[in-house]
Nanobody
Framework: QVHLVESGGGLVQAGGSLRLTCKAPGRTMSRYHLAWFRQAPGKEREFVAG????????DYADAGKGRFTISRDNAENAAYLQMNSLKPEDTAVYYCAAKTTVSGLSSSSTMYTSWGRGTQVTVSS
């Protein structure tokens, strides 16, 4: 497992942007596929975006396509989620998650063995 720390959440007006960061202090993130999930109050945790260990493959949930961009910098042991044109329905706690490269990138939260504590994103209307 790898210890993950998210940052960059906050309060933003609808139409605004935020950039979330996920870091793994002291660990090599290049050994892991990474993903962002989110969970809104009263709802299940849902996949937002994922990126393979070398950045070669990316996947997005329909809700974020065209608005969100996932990226990573293995030299910095960091991954990012750039969120543009934010909507009130994007309000949630956003989590960074990691899975080993034994299998491919996945949108299923059960495949991820390491999780951060999350960062709150609130979009006001």
């Amino acid at each position: 497992q790898v210890h993950l720390v998210e940052s960059g959440g906050g309060l933003v007006q609808a139409g605004g942007s935020l950039r979330l960061t996920c870091k793994a202090p002291g660990r090599t993130m290049s050994r892991y596929h990474l993903a962002w999930f989110r969970q809104a109050p009263g709802k299940e945790r849902e996949f937002v975006a994922g990126i393979s260990w070398n950045g070669g493959v990316m996947d997005y949930a329909d809700a974020g396509k065209g608005r969100f961009t996932i990226s990573r910098d293995n030299a910095e042991n960091a991954a990012y989620l750039q969120m543009n044109s934010l909507k009130p329905e994007d309000t949630a706690v956003y989590y960074c998650a990691a899975k080993t490269t034994v299998s491919g990138l996945s949108s299923s939260s059960t495949m991820y063995t390491s999780w951060g504590r999350g960062t709150q994103v609130t979009v006001s209307s």
